[in-house]
Protein backbone atom coordinates (compact mmCIF):
# COMPACT_ATOMS: atom_id res chain seq x y z
CA UNK A 1 0.00 0.00 0.00
CA UNK A 2 1.19 3.21 -1.17
CA UNK A 3 -0.02 6.37 1.23
CA UNK A 4 1.33 9.53 2.04
CA UNK A 5 0.19 11.19 4.94
CA UNK A 6 1.11 15.33 5.34
CA UNK A 7 -0.92 18.68 7.35
CA UNK A 8 -1.55 21.35 5.95
CA UNK A 9 -2.05 24.75 7.92
CA UNK A 10 -5.34 26.53 7.46
CA UNK A 11 -3.34 29.41 5.01
CA UNK A 12 -2.52 26.23 2.67
CA UNK A 13 0.95 26.43 3.46
CA UNK A 14 2.83 23.11 4.13
CA UNK A 15 3.27 22.59 8.25
CA UNK A 16 7.28 21.86 8.67
CA UNK A 17 7.81 24.83 11.33
CA UNK A 18 6.25 23.04 14.16
CA UNK A 19 4.86 26.22 14.97
CA UNK A 20 1.57 24.02 16.93
CA UNK A 21 -0.89 25.85 14.40
CA UNK A 22 -4.04 24.31 13.81
CA UNK A 23 -3.31 22.26 10.44
CA UNK A 24 -5.79 19.80 8.23
CA UNK A 25 -4.52 16.21 8.01
CA UNK A 26 -4.60 14.72 4.35
CA UNK A 27 -4.19 10.90 3.13
CA UNK A 28 -4.06 9.89 -0.35
CA UNK A 29 -4.01 6.06 -0.82
CA UNK A 30 -2.51 5.15 -4.30
CA UNK A 31 -3.63 1.73 -4.12
CA UNK A 32 -7.05 0.93 -2.79
CA UNK A 33 -6.85 -2.77 -2.54
CA UNK A 34 -4.98 -3.47 0.52
CA UNK A 35 -7.37 -0.79 2.33
CA UNK A 36 -10.49 -2.42 1.06
CA UNK A 37 -8.97 -6.07 2.28
CA UNK A 38 -8.46 -4.72 5.75
CA UNK A 39 -12.08 -3.04 6.12
CA UNK A 40 -13.61 -6.52 4.60
CA UNK A 41 -11.75 -8.47 7.64
CA UNK A 42 -12.52 -6.36 10.38
CA UNK A 43 -16.07 -5.98 9.36
CA UNK A 44 -16.42 -9.42 8.67
CA UNK A 45 -17.46 -10.12 12.69
CA UNK A 46 -19.41 -7.80 12.77
CA UNK A 47 -23.16 -8.27 12.76
CA UNK A 48 -25.05 -6.60 9.83
CA UNK A 49 -26.11 -3.08 9.85
CA UNK A 50 -29.56 -2.26 10.91
CA UNK A 51 -32.12 -0.77 8.31
CA UNK A 52 -33.09 1.99 10.49
CA UNK A 53 -31.41 4.53 13.03
CA UNK A 54 -33.59 3.24 15.81
CA UNK A 55 -32.60 -0.16 15.35
CA UNK A 56 -29.02 1.25 15.39
CA UNK A 57 -29.32 3.09 18.75
CA UNK A 58 -31.23 0.24 20.48
CA UNK A 59 -28.86 -2.27 19.30
CA UNK A 60 -25.77 -0.07 20.38
CA UNK A 61 -27.27 0.55 24.17
CA UNK A 62 -29.23 -2.46 24.79
CA UNK A 63 -26.50 -3.53 26.99
CA UNK A 64 -27.32 -0.74 29.23
CA UNK A 65 -30.28 -1.25 29.90
CA UNK A 66 -33.82 0.08 29.03
CA UNK A 67 -35.08 3.44 29.81
CA UNK A 68 -38.98 4.62 30.42
CA UNK A 69 -39.33 7.85 29.01
CA UNK A 70 -42.60 9.48 30.00
CA UNK A 71 -45.31 10.62 28.37
CA UNK A 72 -45.32 14.55 27.88
CA UNK A 73 -48.46 16.31 26.73
CA UNK A 74 -48.42 18.54 24.01
CA UNK A 75 -49.65 22.25 23.90
CA UNK A 76 -51.75 23.27 21.33
CA UNK A 77 -49.54 25.35 18.09
CA UNK A 78 -49.28 28.63 18.29
CA UNK A 79 -50.99 30.76 15.65
CA UNK A 80 -47.84 31.54 12.70
CA UNK A 81 -46.28 34.75 12.29
CA UNK A 82 -48.05 36.87 9.66
CA UNK A 83 -44.95 38.67 8.69
CA UNK A 84 -47.44 41.76 7.69
Given at each position: ?5 R ?25 L ?11 A ?15 R ?11 V ?8 P?F?
Amino acid sequence: MMATVRCRTMDGSDQDDGAGEWCVGDLTIRNLDEPRLILRDVLAGQPAPASDLAEAIQRRFQRFGGVEVPDVPREPLREPPTFE
